[in-house]
């Protein structure tokens, strides 16, 4: 049970937290604090949050442990805040999609603080943004990364990683470094080919007519494109290298693509397609028994 915890940005992945922990009676209070005062009243009306900050020195006092989920940006300037009347004892953690640059912002704001700030990162959310988006089983299954710092103690790391269990996570380590490389590849590249290719079409002379006959694919495919566009902004230059890297990979399988396509090799074209099916396939069976191993286990 957790006295008191603090959200710093009541939307989808803060408000969703605060409401999971709720649901599993794994905490007392819940103090929000947010840029926007209709945001934090939203959040509260929609008992996500049971007290509206009035200060960060008040938020933090006696708190057993703080999640920053606002914009990975806004990350330093809030640990600068919160690092004068940060106490013993209270634990600091994130949800930010990438790490090296919170545990570099963290350390040059926490400073001889550090050690009671654990990074995380919940693998987990909708198109949707705000508090009226946040859901209480938003994590039910879901992965959550923790990138634990040589600094933290075992009790620290163990506050973070069961309150996100009690949210209904699956806590997963991973290091800052190769946390960023991967989330690059599988999440970072595809939210940035998704706005591209939603915004060509939306360029276009006829994008009106495009849209109308935009179906199912088209949704899916683009769906990610929904999601807050300040936050995968942040995302985008936050892991720059990584994510460059991956784009210029993919750049270079589109160029083979494209020469393929313009040669009419249907041999090559016909090739990509059977990898990427066959690919997608053996990573959906893994998923689903993980899932159903989870099942079982659950049943037990």
Avoid at 5 to 26: E, W
Avoid at 51 to 74: E, N, R, W
Avoid at 129 to 140: E, K, R
Avoid at 223 to 230: D, K, L, N, P, V
Wanted: with cysteine.
């Amino acid at each position: 049970m957790l006295n008191k915890i603090v959200i710093f940005g009541a939307g989808l992945i803060g408000g969703s937290f605060a409401l999971a922990l709720k649901k599993a009676h794994a905490v007392q209070q819940v103090v929000g604090v947010g840029r926007s005062v209709a945001a934090m009243e939203r959040a509260r009306e929609l008992g996500i949050v049971d007290v509206i900050a009035t200060s960060v020195a008040a938020a933090v006092d006696g708190a057993d442990l703080i999640l920053i989920a606002a914009p990975v940006a806004q990350t330093g300037a809030i640990l600068a805040a919160i690092e004068p009347h940060l106490q013993p004892g209270t634990v600091v953690t994130d949800a930010g999609s990438t790490k090296t640059d919170v545990v570099a912002a963290a350390r040059q704001a926490l400073g001889a603080k550090i050690g009671q700030f654990v990074p995380g990162h919940p693998i987990a959310g909708r198109e949707l943004n705000g508090p009226d988006a946040a859901i209480d089983h938003l994590y039910v299954g879901k992965k959550t990364v923790l990138a634990p710092l040589p600094e933290n103690s075992d009790a620290d790391i163990a506050r973070v990683a069961l309150a996100w269990e009690a949210c209904g996570a699956i806590i997963h380590r991973l290091t800052a470094e190769k946390h960023d490389r991967i989330f690059a590849a599988v999440s970072h590249l595809p939210h940035l080919l998704a706005y591209v290719l939603v915004d060509d079409v939306a360029k276009k002379p006829h994008a009106d007519l495009l849209f109308q006959y935009a179906a199912s694919g088209f949704r899916d495919f683009t769906r990610i494109a929904g999601s807050s566009a300040e936050m995968w902004r942040d995302i985008s230059l936050a892991n720059q290298t990584a994510l460059l890297e991956e784009l210029d990979s993919y750049m270079l399988q589109l160029g083979r693509l494209r020469a393929s396509l313009a040669a009419a090799d249907g041999a090559a074209i016909e090739a990509v397609y059977s990898n990427a099916q066959q690919a997608r396939q053996n990573w959906i069976r893994t998923i689903e028994a993980a899932e159903s191993q989870k099942n079982i286990q659950g049943g037990d």
